[in-house]
């Protein structure tokens, strides 16, 4: 049994499961503004704006987990350092992007967890 390959592939998962989520609840702000017709008011605006900025640092995340994990044109890396790096970077996308959607807690870095 692989054990490092194994903990690389829950890894991606969590960061999978991050992302889908946030895309998720971002799709809900922006449909909720537009129905309650406040999208069209400034504030409402403004939220719109920060909500298709946090839009655009997800799909960002999303082809970096298309990076590691090998599935597009560009093979994933193999150097921990690059590894590491990119995670750290999915990591800052994904504060940035919790920042601009509203969001008050931080969610643990998969990255910084225990036993890693």
Do not use: C, K, W
Not at 41 to 55: I, M, N, V, Y
Request: hydrophobic content about 35%; overall charge positive; aromatic content about 4%.
């Amino acid at each position: 049994m692989d054990l490092q390959g194994a903990r690389h592939e829950r890894r991606l998962e969590m960061y999978r499961a991050r992302v889908t989520e946030r895309l998720r609840t971002n799709r809900t702000a922006v449909e909720t503004l537009y129905q309650g017709g406040t999208l069209f008011s400034p504030q409402g605006t403004r939220a719109g704006r920060a909500l298709l900025r946090a839009h655009q640092l997800l799909q960002r995340a999303s082809s970096l987990l298309e990076q590691l994990s090998g599935d597009g044109v560009v093979p994933a890396p193999r150097l921990p350092e690059r590894i590491d790096e990119l995670y750290r970077e999915m990591d800052t996308l994904l504060s940035r992007s919790d920042a601009l959607s509203g969001r008050n807690h931080r969610a643990a870095s998969v990255a910084r967890l225990p036993g890693r």
